[in-house]
Nanobody, 128 residues
Framework: QVQLVESGGGLVEAGGSLKLSCTAS????????MGWYRQAPGMQREFVAS???????????SYADSVKGRFTISRDSAKNTVDLQMVNLKSEDTATYLC??????????????????WGKGTLVTVSS
């Protein structure tokens, strides 16, 4: 079984910074990509950022327009970890941030059998 555990959420003033981390653990052979979504109360879940993590990947990143220039996603593929550095936080960034891992294969023998995995989330609150 594969699990994702997020950390780093908390309360910060507008203009401040936070760094979120997400670590995947369990029986993992490969992960195609990892990233973050967020969900504010009463709102739909929205994409934040992603990064490719495959063995031969280039670490290609993607960001939502609302966070470009303020958030930076990075990876440590050997540790199955991704970080999200957030600066110049705004009140509208307040949400539960959920980590996900895309196309997780749990064994080399069944590399073609993959699944997507989600973490439980970490709360980020930005006070104005």
């Amino acid at each position: 079984q594969v699990q994702l555990v997020e950390s780093g959420g908390g309360l910060v003033e507008a203009g401040g910074s936070l760094k979120l981390s997400c670590t995947a653990s369990g029986s993992i052979f490969s992960i195609d990509a990892m990233g973050w979504y967020r969900q504010a109360p009463g709102m739909q879940r929205e994409f934040v950022a992603s990064i490719t993590t495959g063995i031969s990947s280039s670490g290609s990143t993607s960001y939502a327009d609302s966070v470009k220039g303020r958030f930076t996603i990075s990876r440590d593929s050997a540790k199955n970890t991704v970080d999200l550095q957030m600066v110049n936080l705004k009140s509208e960034d307040t949400a539960t941030y959920l980590c996900y891992a895309e196309k997780v294969a749990t064994s080399a023998a069944q590399w073609w059998h993959t699944m997507d995995v989600w973490g439980k989330g970490t709360l980020v609150t930005v006070s104005s």
